[in-house]
């Protein structure tokens, strides 16, 4: 008797034959690469040390591209990027001890953020694992607890026959809902020694789907239909679902009016007639959204930034709808609805009744009116400006990344990105450095169409070595840094807070001089000529650097009201 789990497939006569007679010159690095391409990778970030020698040997025997960075944590964040950008898992090499650490910040931001990212990393040789102190370069008690905080998952080899399963295993935990970065650390001598096993085929680690439970659906399509003020706030997990369109149906059946959450920009249409934008750290907006009698949040942990800094309190039914377990009713108690966005928001359309609500898109209108007289009120017009002409020079699909800094916060509010995932910034973590080398990732994803990096001249500090990588890779990156002297917002902060800023004041290059020195074309420009500079450059070939001096303020926080 032969049962359907028995069955297994059965190789040809040209696999047998290769397996039985691997090419000679391989090594454990081999099998890292040849899983990696069985699995569907086709670019690999990172930046090769001693230990981790025999995977960047073995790219050189492999059809897998690399684009190697200066710093490892500029790789992360490139890494970082190209996994938002494509939805897969971006492969990041690294070595052992110091360049590990280094990379650290960068997967807190691809955690913070769900990006799915497959670092892997050499090790001390395996006679040096278990937490002796055996005096070797670069070696830790433990490496792998320095990054169990951090990341989904961690897998340590320690033979060559573990490779292809660590690794395999790693990429379905990096692309299982939540998506996030996931540590494989291989040592020295596994990847150096030759090996004789056979070349790695095409894997299988198909990520486990996250549906929601159908008895959860059915009340939160009951509340929703019957709902007389119905809103919802869409976060990043709407985003990286690809769940906007769902997202947008719904509403419009609901009429519902929609916020995004500074990670979730773009899941709606910034110009819908139900869009409330993503004016989150506005108390009109907080008002609206306590106002409801059902809010639905999608992809979102109601996190500080996307709870105007905790001072939401919502009045009605809150139903949620989140991948990560560990965000559910974590800020809010709400119907908790533990599942990936696109499958939720799919169950909800299947049996959410037809509302209909005209005076939706007036009450849109008027909160939008009064968010827009607050601001008006403050004298921010250089802002409001700068911001204009940063998005009509930008051409609509180009995705964009933005450092912390204040024109960043400004357009987390106020930028319309004109589309699902194509507007990115370390919001999750809040990390310095992130929106330069996160740009060069997005633009080794897709090469056909420019992308622009904002920073300020302190965060811009942090990546500046990555002019080398743009221009090696001839990479089309456009990087606007906002120099005002300092760390602008940390100015701000101290100045309102004790009167006077310490520690802010900067001594910075001549930043166009230096693009130009790594043979990029650099421009200083002026909020007047901003929009034309900026356009000009992002419609040349290749890297480029637009340099705005400017001291830029931020719109007044209403959660210390």
Do not use: C
Not at 124 to 145: F, I, S
Not at 385 to 411: E, G, H, K, N, Q
């Amino acid at each position: 008797m032969t049962h359907d789990h028995d069955l297994v497939l059965r190789p040809t006569a040209a696999q047998t034959e290769a397996a039985l007679n691997p090419p000679p010159g391989r090594n454990g690095g081999d099998l890292v690469v040849e899983t990696l391409a069985g699995l569907g990778a086709t670019t690999v970030f990172g930046l090769p040390g001693q230990h981790a020698l025999g995977m960047f040997d073995a790219l050189r025997r492999s059809a897998l591209r690399y684009v190697g960075l200066r710093v490892e944590n500029n790789a992360g964040f490139a890494a970082d990027a190209y996994g938002r950008i494509t939805g897969e898992a971006a492969p990041l090499l690294l070595s052992t001890g110091p360049g590990a650490l280094t990379s650290l910040a960068a997967l807190q931001e691809a955690a913070a953020a769900s990006a799915p990212v497959l670092a892997i990393s050499s090790q001390v040789p395996t006679a040096g694992l278990g937490g002796g102190r055996h005096g070797y370069l670069h070696e830790l008690p433990d490496q792998a607890a320095s990054f169990r905080g951090v990341v989904k998952s961690v897998h340590t080899v320690r033979a060559q026959s573990q490779i292809p399963s660590a690794v395999a295993a790693a990429w379905k935990s990096a692309l299982t809902a939540p998506h996030g970065p996931v540590w494989v650390e291989i040592p020295q001598d596994v990847l150096l020694a030759e090996t004789t096993l056979p070349v790695v085929t095409a894997m299988d680690a198909t990520p486990d789907e996250l549906p929601p439970r159908p008895e959860l659906t059915a009340v939160a399509a009951d509340l929703l239909s019957h709902a007389a003020r119905p809103a919802i706030i869409a976060g990043g997990g709407a985003v990286r679902a690809d769940a906007s369109g769902k997202l947008g149906r719904l509403a419009e059946r609901l009429q519902a009016p929609v916020v995004t959450t500074f990670g979730g920009k773009g899941a709606f249409p910034w110009e819908h007639p139900l869009s409330l934008q993503s004016w989150l750290e506005d108390r009109h907006t907080t008002d609206f959204l306590e106002d409801a009698d059902v809010l639905l949040v999608v992809g979102s942990g109601l996190g500080e930034l996307s709870s105007n800094y905790h001072t939401f309190k919502p009045r009605g039914h809150v139903i949620q709808i989140e991948a990560d377990l560990g965000k559910l009713e974590s800020n809010q108690p709400a119907l908790g609805i533990h599942a990936d966005a696109r499958l939720a928001l799919q169950a909800l359309l299947e049996t959410v009744e037809q509302r209909d609500d005209e005076t939706a898109p007036e009450r849109v209108r008027t909160l939008l009116a009064k968010v827009g007289e607050r601001i008006a009120s403050q004298e921010l017009a250089l802002e409001q400006d700068v911001l204009a002409s940063v998005r009509r020079a930008l051409p609509a699909d180009s995705p964009s990344f933005w450092d912390m800094t204040i024109l960043a916060y400004w357009a987390w509010s106020a930028f319309d990105p004109r589309g699902a995932n194509t507007m990115h910034s370390a919001q999750g973590a809040g990390g310095l450095g992130y929106g330069f080398p996160a740009a060069l990732g997005a633009a080794a994803a897709d090469p056909t169409r420019p992308v622009l990096a904002v920073s300020g001249d302190g965060g811009a500090l942090y990546s500046i070595a990555e002019l080398a990588t743009a221009k090696q890779y001839d990479l089309p990156v456009t990087w606007l840094i906002v120099d005002d002297g300092g760390y602008g917002i940390l100015r701000e902060y101290m100045t309102d807070a004790f009167g006077q800023a310490t520690a802010t004041e900067l001594t910075r290059p001549d930043y166009v001089a230096l693009a130009e020195s790594f043979g990029v074309p650099g421009v200083r420009t002026t909020p007047e000529t901003l929009e034309t500079d900026l356009a000009k450059a992002l419609a040349s070939p290749g890297p480029s650097v637009v340099v705005l001096p400017a001291v830029l303020r931020m719109f007044a926080a209403t959660h210390l009201d």
